[in-house]
């Protein structure tokens, strides 16, 4: 296979960069071709921009989307690391608007743009990402990422305005709240191997499994984070924790928690989540409540759960380090603390 990363040697404990420190060649090229894509912000933006711009952190999408490339025979080419830079500027622009409509304050250590420069420009800031995104993916000469990353945005927006329109609802269950993080979230993760795999010139086969794989990565992803506002560490984890408590939102630890309850003590749940959303004390107390329970240590269970099945959707891959890449990054999403 051309270019190939050989995994890192990496411990149980390994952080991220570890664990993607194989990729770094490729990583630096997909940051070139983002840089590139935001190079054109007006004196105006510029500032905002690029404060935005610190928000792609973790890089885990577009590592992904090189290792389906290569998975797929190919280099890291020009087309694939535009695709990959695409799809990681759509996970920045959502995560501006994210921050707005949950009051966060912090996002990577540093202040959100809405805390910075107000709700107002923050909003037009993700805005403009987005439309930096759309405008990358139609110069590509393949109009594949035109036209399938314009759907998987409305999924991920329609997720989000799902999550939102069941705010504050204590009754809401685990199929529906796997509906709507299959929207926010695991769309996007399937998007970038997807992306990644089709300008890697992969067949359908390969691209079909690598979505699946990028899916229930994505849903573990997901309900971890999910698991980590309710006990993380805010210094650790680098952004406003919490915020899922303050927003009413109804997430797998606290559905777990309420299911687990006895029938005649379910009502009871009910009032302790909504005495929760509207109290600070409240929220600290259901937390400690929510740990003793177990419904933590059973969210967790459901992410590695999501993990095994995203490991499942590899057997017919065939055997490569880039394979086994993805093993060990699926192993971090499920262990991390970030």
Known sequence: MPGSATPASTSPSAGLPEVLAPLAADLEKVGDAYREILASASPESRDMVRHAARFNGKRLRPALSCVAARLAGSEVTEPV???????????????????????????????????RWGNHAAVLVGDILFSRAYRAAAYLEDPFASRYLSDVVGIVLEGEIHQDTVSHDPTIGEEEYREIIRGKTAALYEAALVVGAHYGGANEELKGRLGAFGHHLGMAFQIIDDRLDVTGDEATVGKSLGTDMSEGKMTLPLILWRDGSAPEGREA???????????????????RELEASGALSRTDAAAQAEIDRALACLEGVPEAPERDLLGTIARFVVRRTL
């Open 269 to 287: 749940a009910v009032a302790r989540i909504q005495e929760a959303w509207s109290s600070d004390d409240g929220a600290q107390e259901l937390a």
């Open 81 to 115: 690391a535009i695709a990959a830079g695409i799809v990681e500027l759509i996970h920045t622009a959502t995560l501006v608007h994210d921050d707005i409509l949950d009051h966060a304050e912090v996002r990577r250590k540093v202040a959100t743009l809405n805390i």
